[in-house]
């Protein structure tokens, strides 16, 4: 992010928010007096974040898939994720590779 965001003005307990891999972060409680958020991300688990959305566990506070994303307009629509049944993905009609 070129810019610094301050997590704890906008943030509150129950909101869902993005990280940089696109993974849903739920706030679970904020500490206003350390500046420190905590929740939980969706299929990692608990996390910390700095007021500025950096991941806390990050190595010299780099970014990285962890870091929160602030929320974006509300008219931005929601990124689906591509999802293809096993059936069709192994029906002979539809390889996308040769093995010969």
Same mark, same amino acid.
């Given at each position: !992010?070129?810019? *610094? %965001? #301050?997590?704890?003005?906008?943030?509150?307990?129950?909101? %869902?928010?993005?990280?940089?891999? $696109? $993974?849903?972060?739920?706030? *679970? /409680?904020?500490?206003?007096?350390?500046? *420190? +958020? &905590?929740?939980?991300?969706? !299929?990692? $688990?608990?996390?910390?974040?700095?007021?500025?959305?950096? &991941?806390?566990?990050?190595?010299?506070?780099?970014?990285?898939?962890?870091? +929160?994303?602030?929320?974006?307009?509300? #008219? *931005?629509?929601? /990124?689906?994720?591509? /999802? %293809?049944?096993?059936?069709?993905? +192994?029906?002979?009609?539809?390889? +996308?590779?040769?093995?010969?």
């Amino acid at each position: !992010m070129s810019e *610094t %965001v #301050d997590f704890l003005s906008i943030c509150s307990e129950g909101m %869902v928010l993005c990280t940089r891999d $696109g $993974g849903e972060a739920t706030i *679970t /409680r904020i500490a206003a007096a350390d500046g *420190t +958020l &905590y929740g939980e991300v969706r !299929m990692f $688990g608990p996390c910390r974040w700095r007021r500025d959305g950096i &991941y806390s566990n990050s190595p010299c506070a780099a970014a990285g898939p962890l870091d +929160l994303m602030p929320p974006g307009p509300p #008219d *931005t629509p929601a /990124r689906q994720h591509k /999802r %293809v049944k096993m059936q069709d993905a +192994l029906s002979a009609g539809n390889r +996308l590779f040769c093995c010969d």
